[in-house]
């Protein structure tokens, strides 16, 4: 390859791998395979005859979507294997504002836990129409499947996640929301956390079977919540807080001794917070 083709490749590529990582990203789940999908594309695209490529954006989109479905083939067998709960790796969209430039909503955590639960090709389609914009055609054609399929995978998929979440608040709301539960969790206040909480509220920890504070079960209701979040208040009053933008919306760095502990992400509603997510796994705390 000629240094001007190799320019000229690299080009189009770059141009593009904000879009191919961000589909990489919500289909999977975690920063390192959707960098692995990303750097696969890149050796796949060199090594095409791109001069019968006429659109090269398509034909890459093509490449990771069809990457990514492989992978999550295989991560969904490891994941079964996992200690504890899995959660997506938090990613900071105020470090990476491209990453959210593209319809928010599908980068969001609880989406993005409710599309675990789908099926690759219909997390795809998903993907690719909710957060991309893709025509029902094009997706079809990346998919290989027919236009109609396509459009009943984005539909079934749509249904799914319309029917697992309330309507969530505006960030203003969330931010107050989650400064609440954190002052009266610092204060080990029972009644206070209660009364941010939903009365459904889950409290997910994800610590990979190494972080001692990571519950290896959900706790489920407001009470229990409550009990278990202000079981530990010397954990808090030992750490520091630091607010970043997680997934699109805003989330707390649990810190001590300028290490993360935790990232704590809230899904919220009118109801109060639904859903508590504590991310611990060390690996998933070294890029937030």
Known sequence: MTAEALDDALGHFDAARP??????????????????????AWLRWQQ???????????????????????????ARVRREEYVGPW???????????????????????AVLMLLERLGPEQRAAY????????????????????????????????RYVRSGRRAPVDRDRHRDLVEAFLAAARDGD??????????????ISDGAG??????????????????????????????????VEVNGRPAVVVHRDGQPLAVLSATTSDAGIEQLLWVMAPAKLTRV
């Not at 398509?58 to 999550?72: E, G």
């Not at 900071?92 to 980068?107: F, H, M, Q, V, Y």
């Not at 993907?127 to 290989?144: H, N, P, S, T």
């Open 19 to 40: 879009r191919l990582f961000g589909i990489a990203y919500r289909m999977l789940g975690s920063v390192a395979e959707a960098e692995d999908v990303v750097q696969d």
């Open 190 to 203: 029972v009644a206070r956390l209660e009364v941010v909480l939903a009365a459904d509220v889950v409290s």
């Open 87 to 109: 959660l997506p790796e938090p990613v900071d969209t105020s470090a990476d504002p491209s990453l959210g430039a593209e319809n928010a909503e599908a980068l969001e955590y």
């Open 210 to 243: 190494v972080a001692p504070r990571a519950a290896r079960r959900p706790v489920s209701g407001a009470n229990d919540v409550a009990r278990f979040v202000a079981g530990f208040t010397e954990w808090w009053a030992e750490a520091g807080l630091t607010w």
């Open 127 to 158: 993907v690719l129409r909710e957060a991309f914009g893709y025509a029902y055609e094009d997706i079809a054609e990346i998919l290989a499947t027919s236009a109609a399929n396509a459009r009943q995978l984005v539909s079934r998929a749509r």
């Open 48 to 74: 095409a005859d791109r001069a019968e490529v006429r659109n090269p954006a398509a034909f890459l989109t093509t490449v990771v979507t069809r990457l990514s479905l492989n992978v999550a083939e295989s």
